[in-house]
């Protein structure tokens, strides 16, 4: 599904299973070796997934460790991304020569849980909601804004290592599958070009949220 989202410049490995054969390296496994079960499969299959996607554009395994704030930290010359949720994980990752950052997220397609809402939009956005609520009842808009937010931060964060609110980011979506992001916040990308905007890809199949952003 995922790869639908990206160009082809990206290389995308998804997976609904936890494949019985994962193992991560002994830096990984220090990592989560108090974590409950259902942590260490996510991670587990999470870093399967990184590297198959790895493998896949000419780069050999290395362990995928977790850096500040949690984003994982990519061999030199690549960037990437992973998310995972209930049933689902993924990661992509391309040559920083081509796209400059990536972020993808994967949420369960149902409604936030009640006052999330409220803490992670914007009251513009919120009338948005309203609005494409009234036109496609069956979608759970909100949740569809939220992870588009967290794809969001994952493409900027990497690229400025600044923290994004959900306060930072004026989405726009668009019923036919993309969304804009007015980035609030100053920041540059990798040429030293002002970051004010990101565009970026949803859909929901499979009763899952995925949303993608590659910034060339």
Sequence with gaps: MIERLLPAEVSCVETVTDPPGADLFPEEEAIIARAV????REFTTARWCARQALDRIGVAPVPVLPGERGAPQWPAGIVGSI?????????VVAHQEKVQ????????????PDGVLDAVSLPDERTHLTELSAADPPRHW???????????YKTWYPITREWLGFEDARLHLDPSGTFTAQ??????????????????????????????IAHL
């Design 37 to 40: 079960g259902k942590r260490r």
């Design 142 to 152: 909100d949740r569809i804004l939220f992870s588009c937010k967290e794809t969001v």
């Design 183 to 212: 980035l609030l916040k100053p920041g540059a990308d990798r040429t030293g070009t002002p970051l004010t905007s990101f565009t970026g890809r949803w859909l929901v199949e499979n009763s899952l949220i995925i949303t993608a």
């Design 83 to 91: 998310t995972h949720c209930a049933g689902y994980r993924a990661a």
């Design 101 to 112: 950052s990536l972020g993808i997220d994967a949420e369960p397609h149902e409604a936030l």
